[in-house]
């Protein structure tokens, strides 16, 4: 058997490593990397993409008045309406026949100071009862009269009415004539 050449302590016998030169000042130091400068563009053509685009500035929309035929404002029978109709993609305006006559003729005049009242077609039926009650007021003016507009039309020019959502229990709006932000 041969016989192992490990020492008493168990190593194995390793060469030593070489002496490492001694440090006496006339080592130099190593160089830091410096990043390359890039690469400039080809002749004659700027980098598109090297500067942020600028902010495109949109200016609100003001509208004051709408065509009747523009916004496919159009009368609508009460026998239409129903108690479970579900909404659709038209506002509706109930109002006096005389004022209804004079919206199909010359269209909208909208303003923030006195807007055009709008619900959904859930809300027309609570609308009209709330507007019959009133019959000697409405009797003089010719009755009551339903008109439906487009709602694409109109959606960034109308903003929440809270006071005739909450009292008729369905969404209702105002027409204002000025631009939002989000559509509703």
């Known amino acids: 058997m041969t016989r192992s050449r490990r020492n008493e ?22 160089k830091k990397r410096t990043p390359r400068p890039p690469a400039p563009p080809p002749a004659g053509q700027e980098d598109l993409f090297a500067r942020p685009l600028p902010p495109v500035p949109v200016p609100p929309r003001r509208v004051t008045h709408l065509d009747a035929t523009e916004i496919g404002l159009s ?12 909404t659709d993609g038209f506002f509706y305006i109930v109002t006096t026949s005389s004022q209804a006559d004079a919206m199909l003729a010359h269209g909208l005049s909208i303003s923030p100071r ?7 077609r ?14 000697e007021a409405i009797s003089d003016e010719g009755g009551v009269a339903i008109l439906r507009l487009r709602r694409f039309m109109v959606n960034d020019l109308v903003e929440n009415d809270p006071d005739h959502t909450r009292a008729y229990g369905v969404p209702c709006y105002f027409l204002t004539g000025v631009t939002r932000a989000a559509p509703i």
């Open 75 to 86: 009368p609508v029978p009460l026998r239409h309406f129903g108690p479970a109709d579900a």
């Open 122 to 135: 859930p809300g027309v039926m609570a609308w009209y009862v709330d507007m019959s009650e009133d019959m």
């Open 114 to 120: 006195t807007p055009v009242s709008l619900t959904e």
């Open 9 to 30: 302590t168990g190593e194995l016998p390793l060469p030593h490593p070489p002496a490492a030169p001694r440090d006496n000042g006339s080592v130099p130091a190593p």
